[in-house]
């Protein structure tokens, strides 16, 4: 019994630590998947970002990177697609950054 509350535990902050994963089946003698958003193949055992700022390898996908929750009010924050990541800046002014006291994923 002990081990199943541990087991549920540990299941409980995988998922509280990813803002978003999925999974795909690895059938046995794959050699190659397909990546469901940009439609490239991949070989078994690689690991790739798609366009979408998903880190994947045939298994499955998780966000890369963290989404900002909790940053000053006179900010906001912004997703860069290029680099896959969420700046946080002054409303009114990119240039000063703010600081980002909480956030969820990767």
Same mark, same amino acid.
């Given at each position: ?29 794959? +050699? ?7 439609? +490239? ?66």
């Amino acid at each position: 019994m002990k081990y199943l509350a541990v087991t549920l535990l540990l299941c409980a902050l995988v998922s509280m630590a990813n803002a978003y994963c999925f999974t795909m089946a690895v059938k046995p003698g794959m +050699t190659h998947c397909q990546d469901k958003v940009d439609e +490239t193949w991949h070989a078994v055992g690689s690991t790739w970002r798609n366009s979408e700022c998903m880190d994947c390898t045939c298994s499955g996908c998780c966000t890369a990177y963290s989404t900002p929750r909790q940053f000053p009010e006179d900010c906001v924050s912004v997703f860069d697609s290029e680099a896959c990541e969420y700046k946080v800046h002054k409303k009114g002014d990119p240039s000063v950054q703010c600081p980002i006291y909480a956030a969820v994923g990767k």
